[in-house]
């Protein structure tokens, strides 16, 4: 599903070049739960940015789905992500004046899929996530962990291979975080979660730990 070749990631910060990722070698397959863990500068951000397509490696080789990232323009980029990634954020990204329902279907207006078929769609993410008394609720409306919910539904709502989440738990408290894992537990995608909190690396097969831009230890191997 993922492979990453000798991947590199600089940036230029005041005329002088910041190496974020200095080489990194990974493969997940297909169904994996891994969990990305490193501290704050580790490279572990950069990391799933390039895994999910949101910006380029400086060097190296990245395959998702098959497809080598290095060879594609803007526009497939994003076709790329839209129909193979979804994304779970910390801050959960949630249209304010949207209900829950209209922000799950909001993925698939992307794809030309029709509005009748959207909401079929995001009806059932919502039900799938214990959501189905909330479909015309605004963020405001819910607390830190329905919101959370919803953005997990509206990741899901278009079937992605390989599911991010950044962080996913770090603004809920004990008992919604729990709630939050165990969703993510049950898919059945590839599941990639970054965080810093070792309860949540716990929930994953396999942990992959980074520091200093370099992968310095994968329990896979």
Known sequence: MI?????????????????????????????????IVGPSGSGKSTLMHL??????PTSGSLRIDGVEVA????????????????FVFQSFHLLARTSALENVALPLVYRGISRNERIKRAKAALEAVGL???LDHRPSQMSGGEQQRVAIARALV????????????GNLDTRNGAEVMRILDGLDC??????????????????????????ELDTAT
Do not use: K, W
């Not at 079937?159 to 738990?169: I, K, N, R």
């Not at 979660?193 to 370099?214: F, M, N, S």
């Open 71 to 86: 060879g594609l323009n803007d526009t497939q980029m994003a076709e790329l992500r839209n129909r193979t990634i979804g």
């Open 132 to 134: 189905a008394h909330r």
């Open 190 to 215: 590839t599941r990639i979660v970054v965080t810093h909190e070792p309860e949540v690396a716990a929930h994953a097969v396999r942990q992959i730990h980074v520091r200093d831009g370099l992968i």
């Open 51 to 56: 895994l999910g397509c949101l910006d380029r």
């Open 3 to 35: 492979e990453a070749v000798d991947l590199t990631r600089s940036y230029q910060l005041e005329g002088v070049s910041v190496e974020a990722l200095r080489g990194v070698n990974l493969t997940i397959g297909p169904g994996e739960f891994a969990a």
């Open 158 to 169: 278009g079937e992605p291979a390989v599911l991010l989440a950044d962080e996913p738990t």
